[in-house]
């Protein structure tokens, strides 16, 4: 059996629960989906199976990998959402989900990867956006270090003094620590 390292074992009463490369995680078998290749992982700890996909951005996509991150990457690189529904055929509101769960696993992955840094200086800042309509006003906050270019944090919400709190001490406390 082959071992399958970063992939974690998602059963909530296993022993090694959420553990990357504790050498558990084997192949257990290979087929066919719409969405392409796809394989069945074996936990040998607790003896359950699981898709490759569980626990990642892709789980219960109805698209390719491919499509999703083609997607994801039009936008990053500043193509309209009505744009990229109109160039793949899907709706917008496809789009604007596939583009939400596209951000929520940057921000898991910035929160799960991004250890402590040294911090030589620090630019806050914030902007006044909307949210499909222009009275839905929201505001965007984010903290730069300076040197590295790293954008440790981003804040989006209520302009109030909570979200300026959380955005100064979010990331902070565990990068000073
Ligand atoms: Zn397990």
């Not at 257990?28 to 898709?51: E, N, V, Y």
């Not at 929201?138 to 730069?144: G, L, P, R, Y």
């Amino acid at each position: 059996m082959e071992l399958i390292g970063q992939k974690a074992c998602q059963h909530p009463t296993c022993a090694d629960v959420g553990k990357l490369d504790a050498g558990n995680v084997v192949r257990h078998a290979s087929f066919g989906t719409k969405s392409g290749a796809s394989q069945r992982c074996l936990c040998k700890t607790c003896g359950t199976t699981f898709s490759s996909n569980t626990g990642t951005t892709y789980c219960g996509l109805r698209c390719s990998r491919d499509e999703f991150d083609q997607v994801a990457t039009m936008r990053v690189d500043g193509v309209s959402i009505s744009a990229i529904a109109r160039i793949t055929g899907h709706s917008r509101s496809t789009i604007t989900r596939w583009l939400e769960r596209a951000a929520a696993s940057a921000a898991r992955f910035n929160d799960q990867h991004l250890g402590a840094f040294e911090i030589e200086e620090l630019h806050a800042d914030e902007l006044c956006t909307f949210v499909g309509k222009k009275t839905n006003l929201t505001w965007v906050f984010t903290i730069i270090e300076v040197t590295t270019r790293l954008w440790p944090t981003t804040v989006r919400g209520r302009r109030s003094c909570r979200n300026t709190e959380l955005l100064l001490t979010r990331r902070f406390i565990a990068a000073r620590s």
